[in-house]
């Protein structure tokens, strides 16, 4: 590439990020306008907006961009001397004139120049007082405004909704925050920009911001450990301060005999430790500035880092009023976006996965909730629709709401939906709350609309919504009033990257609860443990919760101490509210989140990782996988009792055996016998499902085929003998074949028992697991 070549390449770049800032100063006042199109400060913003493009389009050498910016700077400069009222048509255009500059400044495009005679024609002809050069300047083949509003409307609602598909790997992430209306100027080639407040402005990939802030984060974690450092010290200091206490008493008592040589080694030892005292007491008082300093540094740091990733509810925001308004023009209402809490701060990553539920919902609301404006009109109602979108910070969340004062959901309607779609019979159906009847729309593939349109009757809406909340470890609720409107609250984590937890100790060891998933912590009493079927609650808030021991959700020993408080956690995701009982409280902490090795694949219960102050790891709840867990254990009948003197007083165990086995008549009949011996007995289809089984649970015998999918049962042995807790367990392989050669290999593998099907018989199992392990409660 020429120099040439590389000047009008920089040139250029920077013309796309003006057209960039002045397009969204454009679009804010036009949008701005529409509702008060004599308002002076809005006019002079977009026609300055309009004249600052114009001049870079002519320096840069782009005649398209000076041809489309020169006729809407026509246009508002006839709104602000009075000679143009702008109308709904006016705005409309101008609006199409900052598309089609942002499709002229895109580096690659290929604008044809069609495209700008069309559009020159028809501001001219709208701004034009002679009806005979309005019919001169109007091409035959310019299509009408209407046909141009609808392509544009679809065409903003297909980038919007595929935005969260095809976002970009590399995130544009401003380490100064620039200002809302930043107009940017060159300061040199390549990336650099300078905002009016001149500060520059770079843009850093997402993964060396990651990077950052994970580097932050253990820097700050590393000045926590000169703490005990610090307090040692300390303690050398009072242990000198009793040596020299030592010497004074020890010099009193030799005060009367002491010769000479015994008074100077005397005088000696106290000048030594003198000077020993000195030093420490300087460098104790070095080392605590410089822990001091460099927690702060690290401190500032680490916020520093994690305010980069941190950005303005409003940066996803970018284009959704303008979609609002034009699809709403489309179907032919007027519906006005007004938002509230833009400066709300969210992490990036939160953003970028938001933007798509929005789009959903925002499309919803314009398409479904909000009337035709003669509807509103007999209801009592403004001709214009509203739809407010807020944002707020509560208790770690970002909460949103959206909002529209629309006709709500026909609630009779959508009951003869679900009755017609067999969702569910008549007599339920007429039985449903409305609260029940609202979570139908929530079902993927249902949809209120009988006809597919260009904007819905897809049956793809909230069930996305919901799915892509969920993702983030968020939830959505909706609720309405019939002829009023609707309304849907988000609730989603700030950041994905940092979490507000309650980290406890279970079984000795660290874990952490996010805030977000937590309804309590309470102590729960001996007494107040109940059995309700079979199973443990505790009276919480006016209804009975369910109460389940923390080590054996994740594994841990069981606390040897008895205790008549129960340190327990109230966890709860949509209607599913449990009690975890732990071993304590450490306290409440912000974690830096640190992803886990890939290779773990997905460890049951457990999101993800952190590291506390003083080093130590500790790992997160995935408290939605938690609580799928809880029910599997009640389904399967395997829940612990935490009662902890009803547990003392029965000291007989059933002792447990895992059947892994792709038969299920095998399985049925192995388990069955084992059973009737009063064996505890749990099945696995394979050995990969074995293998799971016994990394989540305790048992006293494995018994294993050999051929089996996925993982076959000398795979399954082997595993187990490499595993340092699983070792020592007793495995018995039961196998069709009774050739030596197999017998050798299961035995090789590390099985302590071969029994052949083909001899099979309910003695010989029931011998041999007695043989391996002793009777059932022995």
Known sequence: MTPDQ????????????EAEAQTQVLSAGLLALERNPTQADHLEACMRAAHSLKGAARIVGVNAGVSVSHVMEDCLVSAQEGRLHLLPEHIDALLMGTDLLMRIATPGASVPQADVDGYVALMNNMVSDDPAMKAMLVPTALPSLEDILLANAQSLVTSLQSAQDSAAEELAASVVEPAPDPALKADGPGERRVAETGERVLRVTAERLNNLLDLSSKSLVETQRLKPYLAAMQRVKRTQTGA?????????????NTDPDAQKALDEARRLLGEAQHLLIQQTADLDEF?????????????TALACRMRPFADVLAGQARMVRDLGRSLGKQVRLEIDGEKTQVDRDVLEKLEAPLTHLLRNAVDHGIELPAQRIACGKPAEGLIQLKASHQAGLLVVELIDDGAGVDLERLRLSIIERKLSPAETAAQLSEEELLSFLFLPGFSMRDKVTEVSGRGV???????????????????????????FHLEVPLTLSVVRSLVVDVGGEAYAFPLAHIERMRDVRADEIVQLEGRQHFWHEERHVGLVAATQLLNRPASQHSEDVLKVVVIRERDAVYGVAVERFIGERTLVVLPLDPRLGKV??????????DGSAVLIIDVEDMLRSVEKLLNTGRLERIDRRSRQADTRVRKRVLVVDDSLTVRELERKLLLSRGYEVAVAVDGMDGWNAL????????????????????????LVRRDSRLQSLPVMVVSYKDREEDRRRGLDAGADYYLAKASFHDDALLDAVVELIGDAQG
């Open 244 to 256: 020299t206490r030592a010497l004074d008493s020890l010099e009193a008592l030799l005060a009367a």
């Open 604 to 613: 049951q219960d457990i999101s993800a990782g952190a590291l506390l102050d």
């Open 291 to 303: 822990g001091w300093q460099a927690s702060q540094r690290a401190q500032l740091l680490y916020d």
């Open 695 to 718: 990394r989540g649970e305790d048992f006293d015998l494995l018994i294993t085929d050999i051929d089996m999918p996925r993982m076959d049962g000398i795979e399954l042995v082997t």
């Open 461 to 487: 809406g909230l069930d996305a919504v919901q799915h892509m909340i969920r993702q983030l470890r968020g939830g959505v609720e909706m609720d309405q009033r019939a002829g009023q409107g609707s309304r």
């Open 6 to 17: 590389m000047r009008d390449a920089s040139l250029f770049e920077l013309f796309t990020l």
